[in-house]
Nanobody, 129 residues
């Protein structure tokens, strides 16, 4: 496991924007799956966005498509989640996660959260109506 440090959560009104950042070791920027997940109170943890680093193939859950963008910033050794047009239903604790080395982007296709072996501590996002 590796240490992942999230930042950028907070409280905004509906329609607003937030940018989450996840800093990790440099190796996570090549040939790993980096993902953002969220968990609302009383709900199961769900995946939000995943990026196959290096190649930068991305996956988004349907509810955030067109609003959220996952990207990697090699200079900052971080993966970010830009969240626009936020809705109250986006309120949750957001977690960054990383896999170990994978061979291709298909390995990052959403399905098994057990693929992700390292997790951050979480950052709260609250969207008010």
């Amino acid at each position: 496991q590796v240490q992942l440090v999230e930042s950028g959560g907070g409280s905004v009104q509906a329609g607003g924007s937030l940018r989450l950042s996840c800093a990790g070791p440099e190796y996570t920027l090549r040939h790993t799956c980096m993902g953002w997940f969220r968990q609302a109170p009383g709900q199961e943890r769900e995946w939000v966005a995943i990026i196959y680093t290096g190649v930068r193939t991305t996956y988004y859950t349907d509810s955030v498509k067109g609003r959220f963008t996952i990207s990697q910033d090699n200079a900052k050794k971080a993966v970010s989640l830009q969240m626009n047009s936020l809705k109250p239903e986006d309120t949750a604790m957001y977690y960054c996660a990383a896999s170990s080395f994978v061979w291709g982007s298909n390995d990052c296709a959403p399905g098994d959260q057990n693929l992700f072996i390292s997790w951050g501590q979480g950052t709260q996002v609250t969207v008010s109506s």
